[in-house]
Antibody, heavy 132, light 113 residues
Framework: EVQLVESGGGLVQPGRSLRLSCTGS???????????ISWFRQAPGKGLEWLGF??????????ENAASVKDRFTISRDDSKSIAYVQMNSLKIEDTAIYYC????????????????????WGKGTTVTVSS | DIVMTQSPISLPVSPGEPASISCRSS???????????LDWYLQKPGQSPQLLIY???NRASGVPDRFSGSGSGTDFTLKISRVEAEDVGVYYC??????????FGPGTKVDIK
C-alpha cells in the first residue's frame, strides 16, 4: 500500500523556520521519484489550501508555488531517501494549520500545457502551530 | 485566481437516499482537449482528504460506483446514488486547469439525518 507520512510539525514562534518532511513507502508501481509531490494545508476549522508542488525529475523536477507563500516556502525532494520537503521561513500566526503532502498523478495528452495533475494519495498530515 | 463555489454548504441525508452537491467555477474548466479539469475529494471526520473523482467524471480506484461526477464548463455535480453512513464528511471540488494555484470550493458537509 502506498503511504505518505508527514513529519516535522510542532510549535514554533512567529518569524522562525520549520522544515516538514514527507516520506513515501509502498510504491509498488514505479518508485517515489517517478511522482510529483504536492503540499496542502488546512487551518483550524477551514478548508483546503494548495501550497505548491514539485514535479518528478523525469518531468523536470521543477516547482510551482502558491503566491501566498511563494517567498517563504520552498519545496524540494531527495528521491534517494523517498522524501520531499517544504522549508517554511518567516512563519506567521496564520500559517497555523495541518499540513498534508500528496502524491501527484499526471495524465499527459501529448502537449505539456495539457498535463492534468490530480492528488491520488494523501498523508495523514502534521500539525504546525505558530504562536509566541 | 479561479473562484470555486459549492452548494449546499450543509446536506443532511437519510441513509439509502440520494444526495447531490453542486460546484461552480468562475471560469470554464473545459480544456481544449475535451476534458474538464475538476476533481472531487472527500474528507471524512478526523481524516485527511481522499480522491473520489478526477477529470470531472472518472472514479478513483476503489471508489464505490454509487459516486458519480458530471457536468462541464463551469457547472459540476457530484451525486451519491444511495448514501451510506460511511459517506459522511466534507466534500470539496478542486479545479486543476487554471493553475497555479489549484483552488478548492469551500466544501459541503454531508451528515446523516
Amino acid at each position: 500500500e502506498v503511504q505518505l507520512v508527514e513529519s516535522g510539525g510542532g510549535l514554533v514562534q512567529p518569524g522562525r523556520s520549520l522544515r516538514l518532511s514527507c516520506t513515501g513507502s509502498g510504491f509498488t508501481f514505479g518508485d517515489f521519484g517517478e511522482y510529483g509531490i504536492s503540499w496542502f494545508r488546512q487551518a483550524p476549522g477551514k478548508g483546503l489550501e494548495w501550497l505548491g508542488f514539485i514535479r518528478s525529475k523525469a518531468n523536470g523536477g521543477t516547482t510551482e508555488n502558491a503566491a501566498s507563500v511563494k517567498d517563504r516556502f520552498t519545496i524540494s525532494r531527495d528521491d534517494s531517501k523517498s522524501i520531499a520537503y517544504v522549508q517554511m521561513n518567516s512563519l506567521k500566526i496564520e500559517d497555523t494549520a495541518i499540513y498534508y503532502c500528496t502524491r501527484v498523478q499526471v495524465l499527459k495528452f501529448g502537449v505539456p500545457h495539457w498535463d492534468y495533475y490530480y492528488m491520488d494519495v494523501w498523508g495523514k498530515g502534521t500539525t504546525v502551530t505558530v504562536s509566541s | 485566481d479561479i473562484v470555486m463555489t459549492q452548494s449546499p454548504i450543509s446536506l443532511p441525508v437519510s441513509p439509502g437516499e440520494p444526495a447531490s452537491i453542486s460546484c461552480r467555477s468562475s471560469q470554464s474548466l473545459l480544456h481544449g482537449n475535451g476534458y474538464n479539469y475538476l476533481d472531487w475529494y472527500l474528507q471524512k471526520p478526523g481524516q485527511s482528504p481522499q480522491l473520489l473523482i478526477y477529470l470531472g467524471s472518472n472514479r478513483a480506484s476503489g471508489v464505490p460506483d454509487r459516486f458519480s461526477g458530471s457536468g462541464s464548463g463551469t457547472d459540476f455535480t457530484l451525486k451519491i446514488s444511495r448514501v451510506e453512513a460511511e459517506d459522511v464528511g466534507v466534500y470539496y471540488c478542486m479545479q486543476a486547469l487554471h493553475t497555479p494555484p489549484f483552488t478548492f470550493g469551500p466544501g459541503t458537509k454531508v451528515d446523516i439525518k
